[in-house]
């Protein structure tokens, strides 16, 4: 069965977990220390914390930035849940900005719009979660821009995009946002089975996150009301989780960064293809790419004028499953999930370019270990169902 994602592991990634079994730690050792450092100058950030997937490091930092029931926070409807549902574990309050219709990111201009909505009110935006996706970075010159004049705190959601570049720079995501966050689920770029982290140039924000990732709880004298309890004694100031990741997930993520560059090239390699081949068949819209971009391709989403065809997207579904072809859908506009409906008051048409995207959207496999071979046989496979 092709699947639309996949993680790609080798001997080398085996030979890693191997290492650190016969060591002294599995969890919270060396490694941890070392994977964020690498990510760290990876990205250009000057501070990391590595926790035990995406989500926890969507709510972690929603908690450590302090955001309130009185807050407003703004996100894309084209992305995965997580990223609005951090929103509401902190009690803030979701509103969504609409899409650019040709990258599918968040739209500078409707945000705008929305934040001098929000100003004539009197209500204030207190931060924004721009999202990469699919690997194409946001427009982040605009959203630095208004994240200045607006007073915002700018998050980027780049689970999609390790491995891209913005305007030359493959440390666009902490050089324009104030907090990064990664996610190395095994279909995302990099894998560590589960995972995920936040970066960010800002000291004490990290250290907050450190302190909560577990329970909230602190040993450093410093920090502590009772200095003069004992060696074995912390205290908590602040509530956290168990949130930790492992030294073996670490031990993966570190070998699996080294080889980021060449899962890129090949997730390229597929896209180009892709391009190619589905240029000249009728009823199909490619995904485009700006000029100072570099995409990651975490996903490959054409858009199906299934209006014009005499089939649904649902039968396409069926048609490709017997060929032995997952497709998948990225996604659902996340405000018109029935919670999101019922609780915040969304409906149908707040935020058209999204719904329309929704509805044509499909993402074809491409995952590093997809060979050329399988990739045609998508390609001829689309094109006979869809003709
Ligand atoms: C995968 C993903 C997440 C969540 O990451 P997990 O590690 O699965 O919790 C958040 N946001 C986006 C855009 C994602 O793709």
């Known amino acids: 069965m092709i699947s639309y994602g996949k993680q790609s592991i080798d001997q080398s990634d085996i030979d890693a977990l191997v290492e650190v079994l016969k060591g002294d730690w599995l969890t919270q050792g060396p490694y941890v220390d070392k994977f964020e450092d690498n990510l760290k100058s990876y990205l250009g950030s000057k501070y990391a914390a590595c926790v035990s997937n ?4 969507l709510h972690l930092t929603s908690i450590a930035l302090n955001w309130n029931p009185e807050d407003i926070i703004l996100t894309t409807p084209i992305t995965f849940l997580a990223t609005a549902n ?3 574990y902190a009690n803030a309050t979701p509103d969504f900005v609409d899409i650019d219709p ?5 739209d500078p201009n ?3 719009q929305k934040l001098k909505y929000y100003r004539k009110q009197n209500k204030t935006v207190k931060a924004v979660i721009a999202v990469d996706y699919a690997g194409h970075p946001c427009d982040w010159d605009s959203l630095r821009y208004l994240a200045d004049k607006h007073e915002f705190q700018l998050i980027n959601d780049n689970c999609h995009a390790l491995g891209a570049s913005y305007k030359k720079n493959k440390k666009y995501a902490a050089n324009f946002a104030d907090v990064v966050i990664q996610s190395f689920h095994p279909v995302k770029n990099i894998t560590t089975g589960e995972g995920g982290a936040i970066l960010s140039n800002d000291k004490s924000f990290i250290n907050k996150i450190i302190n909560l990732r577990t329970h909230g709880m602190t040993k450093e004298v410093k920090n502590l009301d009772n200095k003069e309890e004992g060696p074995w004694y912390y205290e908590v100031h602040d509530i956290g989780y168990n949130y930790r990741i492992t030294d073996l997930q670490c031990a993966l993520g570190i070998n699996q960064l080294k080889k980021l560059e060449n899962f890129i090239n090949k997730r390229r390699e597929i896209a180009k293809l892709y391009d190619k081949s589905l240029r000249n068949i009728n009823h199909i819209v490619l995904p485009k790419t700006k000029d100072n971009v570099l995409h990651a391709h975490h996903l490959y989403p054409i858009q199906i ?3 014009e065809t005499n089939i649904s997207r649902k039968e396409l579904f069926f048609r490709m499953k ?3 072809i997952n497709l998948q859908v990225h996604y659902f506009p996340v405000h018109l999930q029935p919670y999101y409906k019922k609780t915040f008051g969304f ?3 707040d935020f058209l370019e999204a719904e329309r995207f929704y509805s044509n959207q499909v993402s074809l496999p491409i995952y590093p270990d997809l060979s050329i071979k399988n990739v045609d ?8 169902i869809i003709n």
Do not use: C, D, N, P
């Open 322 to 324: 017997e060929l032995k």
């Open 54 to 57: 995406g989500t926890a490091a």
């Open 110 to 112: 409707k945000l705008e």
């Open 86 to 88: 951090a929103i509401i």
């Open 102 to 106: 040709y990258i599918h990111t968040i």
């Open 347 to 349: 409906k149908e048409g």
């Open 377 to 384: 046989r998508v390609i001829s496979s689309l094109q006979e």
């Open 305 to 307: 004028k299934f209006e």
